[in-house]
């Protein structure tokens, strides 16, 4: 536990949880790790990878996301009756038929009850290329 703040609900989920100290990815990029995290399914199954390819890291101005037909962990624990909320950087996903609609999000695609974080984080500068010093 923190020895400045007290947090003695997070301290009782940390004594009676499990904790989990190595975990595998199947893609160094972020957004098919994120996938697969979320449906426990490669994601090259459902064209979330690939080095090169556009679906490796979703823009602002792209459309489309994860795809609707997977269902993610949080639809399965909401079947159960539990409560999921997501808070972080989702990056899976923003606008379907529009930029910013808002169709792909973790509260209206994906299952969770809540959502506080950024839809998406600006790539859009970086340049693939040899490192720079």
């Not at 904790?19 to 790790?33: D, G, K, N």
Request: aromatic fraction near 10%; hydrophobic fraction near 35%.
């Amino acid at each position: 536990g923190n020895t400045t703040s007290k947090t003695p609900h997070l301290d009782t989920l940390s004594e009676e949880g499990i904790l989990f100290t190595q975990m595998l990815v199947p893609e160094a990029m972020c957004t098919p790790s994120r996938a697969a995290l979320l449906t426990a399914r490669l994601p090259s199954r459902y064209g979330m990878n690939g080095v090169g390819r556009v679906r490796d890291l979703i823009t602002p101005s792209q459309l489309g996301g994860l795809p609707w037909s997977e269902r993610t962990l949080a639809e399965v624990l909401k079947k159960e009756g539990y409560y999921a909320a997501f808070i972080g950087k989702w990056h899976l996903g923003n606008g379907h038929y529009r930029q910013g609609d808002g169709l792909h999000l973790p509260t209206t695609q994906a299952g969770f009850h809540y959502f506080y974080g950024l839809p998406l984080f600006n790539h859009q500068n970086c340049v693939l290329g040899p490192a720079t010093g």
